[in-house]
């Protein structure tokens, strides 16, 4: 019986999906179907490709040598059948299509849906692929074309064409309501030594920042409780007196309002970071990811402040 030949991008597009995800289930999950009819696509492809392009391990799949050859060379068809596609709609003059964006969890609400809804009402066509992950985590997925584009922490300002200010926020120590060292507002860094703190798990960027920089004040942070989450963190924190998070503005915005959570912003140093919108350094925007660019960066506001920030 001959084997059926991928007539479009589709099947490559799922086989990128199965490798970057290592599981047939998960990709099914993805999609909304059944593992059955993932693995029989995935099983033509490779009657097609004349040889396995997955092997199976004990947590999922993992790529084949000639898996990971057809990985490099597929990345790219479809990349530039994606933006032929795109090229031929944006003559029509309408854009669309899928707009891949990677985001940090602390910044991504409420700027997520205020685009959600700016696209709906002005750009129905274009779809939305967002992806949660840690700074380096974003850094690699822009660099390897896996996202059109990343909102990102930086430490300095943005000097490139490529790198977009969005915001500037400051670093809080934030604790459960009435709490005696956050209720003024602000702390020095220093009352941060002794304290019993929920910090990001290592390694971590942010964490290796927040580490150095009690060094270089002569001494180590106590963390009781290591989760990336940031909603244990939180959770955390607001019911356990005595126990102290660090983060950012945007993160405990609503629950301050609510009166859930209290924060102080850490000073000497003040820990400022700068949130901005990655562009890829090569390659070029789909009309369809060049309109949520520009929408990220007209939106006002984008994730809400505490009193004070600036």
């Not at 690699?140 to 943005?158: C, E, I, Q």
Request: net charge positive; glycine share 8%; with cysteine.
């Amino acid at each position: 019986m001959t084997p059926r030949q991928p007539t479009n991008p589709n099947s490559f597009r799922l086989f990128l999906e199965v490798a970057e995800l290592g599981s047939f289930t998960k990709a099914a999950a993805q999609r909304h179907t059944v593992q059955s009819h993932i693995s029989r696509q995935i099983s033509d492809l490779e009657a097609a490709c004349g040889g396995p392009l997955f092997r199976r391990t004990g947590r999922g799949v993992a790529l084949t040598e000639l898996g990971q050859r057809v990985q490099t060379r597929v990345r790219g068809w479809v990349r530039d059948t994606d933006q032929l596609l795109a090229d031929i709609r944006a003559d029509a003059g309408l854009p669309m299509g899928e707009v891949r964006l990677a985001i940090l969890p602390s910044a991504a609400h409420p700027l997520i849906t205020r685009l959600y809804l700016r696209l709906q009402a002005e750009y129905p066509l274009i779809r939305l692929n967002i992806r949660e992950g840690q700074g380096g985590e974003l850094d690699t997925l822009l660099d390897t074309g896996s996202v059109d584009m990343a909102v990102l922490f930086r430490f300095r300002k943005p000097t490139g064409a490529d790198e977009k200010l969005l915001a500037t926020a400051g670093t809080y120590l934030v604790s459960i309501p009435g709490d005696r060292l956050t209720r003024d507002g602000t702390v020095d860094f220093m009352q941060l030594e002794g304290l019993r703190l929920v910090l990001p798990r290592r390694p971590s960027h942010w964490r290796a920042v927040l580490d150095e920089t009690a060094r270089s004040k002569g001494f180590a942070l106590q963390a009781v409780v290591e989760a990336d989450s940031l909603r244990v963190q939180k959770e955390l924190v607001a019911h356990s007196p005595g126990l102290y998070s660090v983060l950012g503005p945007f993160s405990v915005a609503e629950e301050m309002r609510a009166g859930g959570l209290q924060a102080a912003r850490i000073v000497s140093p003040d820990l400022r970071r700068y949130v901005t919108l990655a562009l890829p350094k090569q390659g070029h925007l789909t009309p369809a990811a060049k309109v949520v660019a520009r929408l990220i960066g007209e939106t006002d506001e984008p994730w809400g402040t505490l009193i004070g920030e600036p």
